[in-house]
């Protein structure tokens, strides 16, 4: 065989290789790939349950302490630096992308989550944390922030001195369960091909507790701390995603970054704002109809209410959509009208059938100002592994959250393109294969 035999024999065994191997990054450009965090190609790995359906309760059961997180975020004061303000409650998110930390960039897993703002990550010497931490001592861009610094004011849980200058040290509490401290930093932070400069993050010291993403959370909420404020000009405040099923194993989804590569005609709704809650994704839901009817809600339910926080939200970070319970209950009493029971409970699903009779049951349309978005059945249903039960792919909101907020969770988000243009106000979605 001849040099440039040679030459092209390895260029199409690498090529093949690459091809063969569907774990491997399809990034290009600003896009990152979104992994679910079952899947095959996780680099974590969560113990399995027996069934599919209670894969999904299992996540789902997770999501009354975010929901009750969500209702209590609140504005942080930023005129002057607090001090000890305690701890809030976080929770996971379960999709996870890849990015790199520092100058050579070290690679770790974040958890998507686009309704907390402060990233941050676990780092070498923490106590209680898994075995891949982020190094400092390795990295040519690290630097320590401290109390005297703007962003200190922005993070939760803080705890500075009243007089001089320390390190910008916080803690907070973590689904319930769990815990961390961490103290802010600085350092590159390499998304695909692109570099965010001296980008804001905790550097987490110890964790209590087994719920803590064991690389750390990537926040892309609307406050000053998010990835989209931080990166300024070079996003230009324009994100969208597209979230592969859980059940989808591999590298499938995506996170583009920035206006180029964006859907061109996608229809698009307000994205409104509350200054009671300004990190949150706030959308006018005018209404939801089961099949052809539109069902009867009374309008105080979906109103938004910028003082109190209520209406509606779009969270990454949750698994099942929830509704306050009066609209919730006037959903499932519309849809059990066209499905043959009797009806069981699962988990959280109130609304579970024989499959038998999924043929004749109607879908769900969320109607926004602007769009509607007719969700498909794999959006709207969840199977037993038997395939012999079927649920309605929604709960109430639990009855510990006094916030009035619906939210629009991730599993109905599922192969959609979900557009975020926060410097225009405005958020798309577009049905998108990214299984």
Not at 72 to 82: D, F, I
Not at 255 to 266: D, E, F, R
Not at 409 to 418: D, G
């Amino acid at each position: 065989m001849d040099f440039s035999a040679t030459i092209m024999f390895l260029a199409l065994l690498i090529s093949s290789t690459k091809a063969l191997d569907p774990c491997g990054s399809q990034s290009d450009g600003s896009d990152l790939s979104v992994i679910p965090l079952y899947g095959k190609c996780s680099p974590f790995n969560p113990p399995k349950p027996d069934t599919w359906l209670d894969t999904v309760v299992n996540m789902a059961s997770k999501d009354p302490a975010r929901v009750k997180y969500l209702s209590t975020l609140v504005a942080q004061k930023t005129t002057a630096v607090p001090i000890a303000s305690g701890q809030q409650v976080l929770n996971i998110g379960n999709y996870v992308v890849r990015v790199k930390i520092g100058t050579p960039g070290q690679l770790m897993f974040m958890v998507l989550d686009t309704s907390n703002d402060v990233a941050w990550v676990p780092c070498s010497g923490c106590t209680g944390c898994s075995a891949t931490t982020f190094s400092p001592n390795t990295s040519t861009s690290y630097g320590l922030l401290d109390c005297s610094l703007p962003q200190c004011t922005h993070v939760r849980g803080l705890s500075c001195p009243a007089t001089g200058t320390s390190a910008c040290s916080f803690n907070q509490s973590y689904g319930g369960d769990s815990s961390f401290s961490a103290h802010l930093v600085k350092d590159s932070l390499g998304l695909a091909k692109d570099i965010v400069p001296d980008f804001a993050f905790g550097c987490i010291d110890s964790i209590s507790g087994g719920s803590i993403p064991p690389q750390g959370l990537l926040g892309l909420g609307r406050g000053p701390m998010s990835l989209i404020s931080q990166s300024g000009a070079l996003y230009s405040g324009v994100f969208s995603y597209c979230l592969p099923s859980f059940k989808s194993y591999y590298f499938s989804g995506s996170l583009k970054l920035g206006p180029v590569g964006q859907p061109k005609n996608i229809r698009t709704t307000p994205l409104l704002k509350s200054p009671h809650r300004p990190s949150l994704y706030y959308v006018n839901l005018t209404g939801v109809s089961v099949g052809q009817v539109q069902v009867p809600i009374a309008p105080e339910y979906l109103a938004f209410n910028p003082t109190t926080g209520a209406g509606t939200i779009i969270d990454s970070g949750t698994v099942v959509t929830r509704f306050v319970q009066p609209v919730y209950t006037a959903i499932r009493d519309e849809f059990v009208k066209h499905v043959k029971g009797p009806f069981t409970t699962i988990g959280v699903f109130d609304t579970c059938f024989d499959a038998t009779a999924e043929a004749q049951a109607p879908l769900i349309t969320l109607h926004f100002e602007g769009l509607s978005m007719k969700l498909p059945m794999e959006n709207s249903f969840l199977h037993t592994s038997a395939g012999n039960r079927a649920c309605l792919a929604m709960a109430s909101v639990p009855n510990n959250v006094n916030a009035g907020m619906n939210v629009i969770a991730n599993l109905q988000q599922q192969n959609h393109r979900i557009l975020f243009d926060v410097i225009n106000s405005r958020l798309g979605i577009a049905r998108e294969a990214c299984n």
